[in-house]
């Protein structure tokens, strides 16, 4: 909690200490792993997000069953993210689709997939030639 709180405040380096800290006492904590992952988002460090982010849906196995399907949400939500801002439409695209088979009704991964859909219409465009 104190490293989400930390990255409210803007103290990213502050907050990493605290998630590292925890990881260290719980290193499987899908919970954890993924505000990690979005704290590296944040600084658009999206290697180090993808990386943490993946390691969140793998420990979301071992999440207690009444936060299982959050903490795979999560990750997908997070690995959406880090794949769109790199252009990544196609994974991007997968991941969004993972969290709706999970939750049909998760407006994120909906939106997100119109998001996507827009962007990829746009980067597939052919270029006007000049005369």
């Not at 499987?28 to 988002?41: D, F, K, P, T």
């Not at 849906?57 to 399907?69: C, G, N």
């Amino acid at each position: 909690m104190k490293g989400f709180a930390l990255v409210d405040l803007g103290q990213l380096d502050a907050a990493q200490v605290e998630y590292d800290a925890a990881l260290k006492l719980a290193p499987h904590n899908s919970q954890v792993r993924a505000e990690l992952g979005s704290l590296y988002n944040r600084q658009k460090d999206f290697a180090k997000a993808l990386e943490n982010y993946q390691r969140a849906e793998q420990d979301a196995e071992y999440s207690p069953p009444e936060a299982k399907t959050l903490d795979y949400v999560r990750a997908y939500h997070g690995l959406g993210y880090a794949y769109t801002e790199l252009g990544q439409w196609d994974d991007a695209d997968k991941m969004y689709r993972k969290a709706l088979a999970i939750d049909s009704n998760d407006r994120h991964s909906l939106n997100e997939l119109q998001y996507i859909q827009q962007h990829r219409k746009v980067r597939i465009a052919p270029a006007v030639q000049q005369p």
